[in-house]
């Protein structure tokens, strides 16, 4: 079984391999139709077959004269001129006459009649004519060798009868997705299945390369099965990508696999997630093996796979745009590795503010999520909050700053809200949510750090929603766009076998929590004190989901008897469901941004038809105050 060989950093590690495999196999050339080349790099220089354009042309509208006859019109000296004998008509791109050398614009003509036309000032001599070879003298070089085709350079190339180019052929890459698990995603998964995506989410990222994906099928964790398929891929491709089995468990045969074939030269890199990268070659192609995990592989993708496709098929290595944002929160970091932290980004009046997502190797949707990635050097354990760090975007900069940024509590009508901005708005505008809980929702605003805040924050001695909350915590003006009362209670399984009916009876169940600081653990702490109930008799207090719809799907799963969540949650699962109270689910949001467009966005998707017949499609809520605003002045209320 292979063992790690090092734990050197990205960019050493990155620039070996590439010195030791630069020239293992050049990339070949072929002659492709002009008509084919976009995006190709030639790998000659292609010169022009004839000359643009090809003749004398006119470059205008008007007639075509000897400049001689012209030289002394001016205003108090009107020149007539016979058709035939002293000018021609023309239109732009008529070939000019021998006898001709100058064109003068229609604008520029007196008046026409009987064939007599009248100057009133003089022709320079092949004024608004396009001479042979303006633009591209036949056996001129038009593109240089190394050269990324452009549609500009297509167009260059055809007006000088440039038929065939040669560039460098395709740069293939196989991908091998491995494990005795994993399934087409075409079939029923059982329990135990993994249904195989990586080597889609490859696809898409080496097109981007401008490389061609080559996928091969599944292989189950056998040494020979893997074996061959990687010997068929280098045989077929110029690189081979093996998808798990790169790290050291009992099944893990990439390294031994790459070197029996040919060579591992670095096995181990000092970044996370992704360190059990393998970087090898055979057969004089290289072979990166990468781990199974989707945000592993990906981070090996973009900072090891693309460098070294941009290099072998003679690409400059572009990075992405970066820009400079405040941290919302403090990141921890390994001092052994350089770590890649996922971000969502929001433009908060003018500052953006970078607020980090899921930080699991095998968390697919924290790359969906995520607007760009903060790379934390090794040998640093971390960065503050409030600190100004560089982020590496992944997504355009008008997309984020024409998107909405909420943190607070979580429920399935912002699912709703966002969904409805982005139709409204042809993708324009949409709504980017962090489910923190109320608590920490109220917080963010508070530090400026998002748009909206939703939150059902119960007080216990008004026994009323949110407004106390927002008095206590924030020092501004603020305003409540009601949204809607929702109905929360207990959540159980379908036809309740435990006859579970009131709080007193969690006490005998599993049970699953929501964590601390969001609205719904305040309302069930304040449930377990009303009725003398200790948390310690609860199976599960300790247990934490961060979403209602999480809470939901682990009682379908028969990993908790029972949970507390909205109705419309245990609706989507085909849950039972107790009620206890009606709570009042609100956006935060500063005074001073009740006039930006953002809110009358958000108002008016609130206020519409369809937002509310989907909400109240989906049961458990109530829209009677939905849309209106409640002020709170801080001076005044304080």
């Given at each position: 079984?292979?063992?790690?060989?090092?734990?050197?950093?990205?960019?050493?590690?990155?620039?070996?391999?590439?010195?030791?495999?630069?020239?293992?196999?050049?990339?070949?050339?072929?002659?492709?139709?002009?008509?084919?080349?976009?995006?190709?790099?030639?790998?000659?220089?292609?010169?022009?077959?004839?000359?643009?354009?090809?003749?004398?042309?006119?470059?205008?509208?008007?007639?075509?004269?000897?400049?001689?006859?012209?030289?002394?019109?001016?205003?108090?000296?009107?020149?007539?001129?016979?058709?035939?004998?002293?000018?021609?008509?023309?239109?732009?791109?008529?070939?000019?006459?021998?006898?001709?050398?100058?064109?003068?614009?229609?604008?520029?003509l007196l008046e026409k009649e009987n064939g007599i036309i009248k100057i009133y000032k003089p022709a320079i001599p092949w004024q608004h004519i396009r001479c042979l070879g303006e633009d591209i003298v036949e056996s001129e070089m038009i593109v240089p060798?190394?050269?990324?085709?452009?549609?500009?350079?297509?167009?260059?190339?055809?007006?000088?009868?440039?038929?065939?180019?040669?560039?460098?052929?395709?740069?293939?890459?196989?991908?091998?997705?491995?494990?005795?698990?994993?399934?087409?995603?075409?079939?029923?998964?059982?329990?135990?299945?993994?249904?195989?995506?990586?080597?889609?989410?490859?696809?898409?990222?080496?097109?981007?390369?401008?490389?061609?994906?080559?996928?091969?099928?599944?292989?189950?964790?056998?040494?020979?099965?893997?074996?061959?398929?990687?010997?068929?891929?280098?045989?077929?491709?110029?690189?081979?990508?093996?998808?798990?089995?790169?790290?050291?468990?009992?099944?893990?045969?990439?390294?031994?696999?790459?070197?029996?074939?040919?060579?591992?030269?670095?096995?181990?890199?000092?970044?996370?997630?992704?360190?059990?990268?393998?970087?090898?070659?055979?057969?004089?192609?290289?072979?990166?093996?990468?781990?199974?995990?989707?945000?592993?592989?990906?981070?090996?993708?973009?900072?090891?796979?693309?460098?070294?496709?941009?290099?072998?098929?003679?690409?400059?290595?572009?990075?992405?745009?970066?820009?400079?944002?405040?941290?919302?929160?403090?990141?921890?970091?390994?001092?052994?590795?350089?770590?890649?932290?996922?971000?969502?980004?929001?433009?908060?009046?003018?500052?953006?503010?970078?607020?980090?997502?899921?930080?699991?190797?095998?968390?697919?949707?924290?790359?969906?999520?995520?607007?760009?990635?903060?790379?934390?050097?090794?040998?640093?354990?971390?960065?503050?909050?409030?600190?100004?760090?560089?982020?590496?975007?992944?997504?355009?900069?008008?997309?984020?700053?024409?998107?909405?940024?909420?943190?607070?509590?979580?429920?399935?009508?912002?699912?709703?809200?966002?969904?409805?901005?982005?139709?409204?708005?042809?993708?324009?505008?949409?709504?980017?949510?962090?489910?923190?809980?109320?608590?920490?929702?109220?917080?963010?605003?508070?530090?400026?750090?998002?748009?909206?805040?939703?939150?059902?924050?119960?007080?216990?001695?008004?026994?009323?929603?949110?407004?106390?909350?927002?008095?206590?915590?924030?020092?501004?003006?603020?305003?409540?766009?009601?949204?809607?009362?929702?109905?929360?209670?207990?959540?159980?399984?379908?036809?309740?076998?435990?006859?579970?009916?009131?709080?007193?009876?969690?006490?005998?169940?599993?049970?699953?929590?929501?964590?601390?600081?969001?609205?719904?653990?305040?309302?069930?702490?304040?449930?377990?004190?009303?009725?003398?109930?200790?948390?310690?008799?609860?199976?599960?207090?300790?247990?934490?989901?961060?979403?209602?719809?999480?809470?939901?799907?682990?009682?379908?799963?028969?990993?908790?008897?029972?949970?507390?969540?909205?109705?419309?949650?245990?609706?989507?699962?085909?849950?039972?469901?107790?009620?206890?109270?009606?709570?009042?689910?609100?956006?935060?949001?500063?005074?001073?941004?009740?006039?930006?467009?953002?809110?009358?966005?958000?108002?008016?998707?609130?206020?519409?038809?369809?937002?509310?017949?989907?909400?109240?499609?989906?049961?458990?809520?109530?829209?009677?105050?939905?849309?209106?605003?409640?002020?709170?002045?801080?001076?005044?209320?304080?």
């Amino acid at each position: 079984m292979g063992r790690y060989l090092t734990n050197i950093p990205l960019e050493e590690g990155l620039n070996r391999y590439l010195q030791e495999i630069k020239y293992l196999n050049p990339l070949k050339s072929e002659y492709i139709d002009i008509d084919k080349c976009l995006n190709k790099v030639t790998s000659s220089a292609v010169y022009a077959n004839l000359s643009s354009p090809f003749y004398n042309c006119s470059a205008m509208d008007g007639v075509a004269v000897k400049s001689s006859s012209t030289f002394m019109a001016n205003e108090q000296n009107i020149v007539s001129l016979k058709d035939q004998e002293d000018y021609i008509e023309v239109d732009t791109g008529d070939p000019i006459p021998k006898e001709f050398d100058a064109v003068i614009m229609v604008e520029d003509l007196l008046e026409k009649e009987n064939g007599i036309i009248k100057i009133y000032k003089p022709a320079i001599p092949w004024q608004h004519i396009r001479c042979l070879g303006e633009d591209i003298v036949e056996s001129e070089m038009i593109v240089p060798s190394f050269h990324k085709i452009r549609p500009q350079d297509i167009g260059a190339m055809i007006s000088a009868k440039v038929e065939k180019v040669k560039v460098f052929k395709d740069f293939k890459v196989g991908i091998i997705p491995t494990g005795t698990e994993l399934i087409d995603r075409h079939k029923v998964p059982k329990i135990g299945d993994i249904i195989e995506f990586n080597s889609k989410l490859f696809e898409g990222l080496l097109i981007g390369y401008e490389a061609v994906p080559v996928i091969y099928p599944i292989v189950e964790d056998n040494y020979e099965k893997i074996k061959e398929s990687v010997l068929n891929a280098i045989n077929e491709c110029d690189m081979v990508l093996i998808n798990a089995g790169s790290s050291q468990g009992r099944e893990d045969y990439t390294h031994d696999i790459i070197d029996e074939i040919g060579a591992v030269l670095i096995h181990g890199l000092a970044i996370k997630p992704g360190k059990p990268a393998i970087l090898g070659h055979g057969q004089n192609k290289p072979i990166i093996g990468i781990p199974g995990y989707p945000v592993s592989a990906w981070v090996v993708l973009e900072n090891i796979v693309k460098p070294i496709i941009n290099e072998l098929t003679y690409k400059e290595n572009k990075k992405n745009q970066s820009i400079e944002a405040t941290l919302s929160k403090r990141v921890m970091s390994s001092l052994k590795y350089e770590e890649f932290v996922r971000v969502k980004i929001g433009n908060i009046n003018g500052n953006y503010i970078a607020t980090p997502v899921k930080r699991g190797a095998g968390t697919v949707t924290s790359l969906v999520n995520a607007d760009g990635v903060i790379k934390i050097s090794q040998n640093i354990e971390g960065i503050d909050e409030g600190s100004k760090v560089e982020v590496e975007l992944l997504n355009d900069l008008y997309g984020i700053d024409k998107t909405i940024v909420s943190i607070g509590s979580h429920d399935l009508v912002m699912d709703l809200i966002n969904d409805e901005l982005t139709k409204s708005s042809f993708g324009k505008v949409k709504l980017s949510s962090t489910h923190v809980g109320s608590f920490q929702g109220i917080l963010s605003m508070k530090k400026g750090e998002c748009h909206i805040s939703p939150i059902h924050l119960f007080d216990v001695e008004s026994e009323t929603y949110n407004e106390a909350y927002i008095k206590k915590y924030i020092e501004e003006d603020m305003a409540l766009i009601k949204l809607v009362k929702r109905t929360q209670g207990i959540i159980v399984k379908k036809g309740n076998p435990l006859n579970i009916k009131s709080i007193y009876d969690l006490v005998d169940c599993r049970f699953i929590n929501r964590q601390n600081g969001s609205g719904t653990r305040i309302l069930f702490d304040y449930l377990l004190q009303k009725e003398n109930i200790k948390k310690s008799k609860i199976n599960g207090y300790e247990r934490e989901e961060f979403t209602h719809m999480s809470i939901a799907k682990a009682i379908q799963n028969d990993d908790a008897d029972c949970g507390i969540g909205v109705y419309s949650a245990a609706k989507v699962f085909d849950l039972d469901f107790i009620p206890i109270c009606e709570e009042e689910y609100d956006l935060l949001i500063k005074i001073k941004d009740l006039e930006a467009d953002f809110t009358k966005d958000l108002l008016k998707i609130i206020n519409g038809k369809i937002f509310k017949d989907k909400v109240n499609k989906l049961g458990g809520y109530n829209l009677e105050d939905s849309g209106n605003i409640m002020i709170y002045n801080y001076n005044i209320e304080n």
